[in-house]
């Protein structure tokens, strides 16, 4: 799951539905890894 920003609304909500369903912490430690490199690494933003 990624490129949010290009997502419509219905794909948007859906997502956030199947991680709310799925969250675990070592779901957590990922994304907040994955969301530190691409800040650090400057990718995603428009």
Known sequence: M???S???????V???????DAWTPRLEA???L???RA???GRGAY
């Open 39 to 41: 800040v650090l690494g």
């Open 14 to 20: 859906r997502l956030d539905l199947e991680y709310v």
């Open 6 to 12: 290009d997502l419509d609304w219905d794909e948007s």
């Open 34 to 36: 994955r969301t530190a």
């Open 2 to 4: 990624s490129g949010r």
């Open 30 to 32: 990922r994304i907040v």
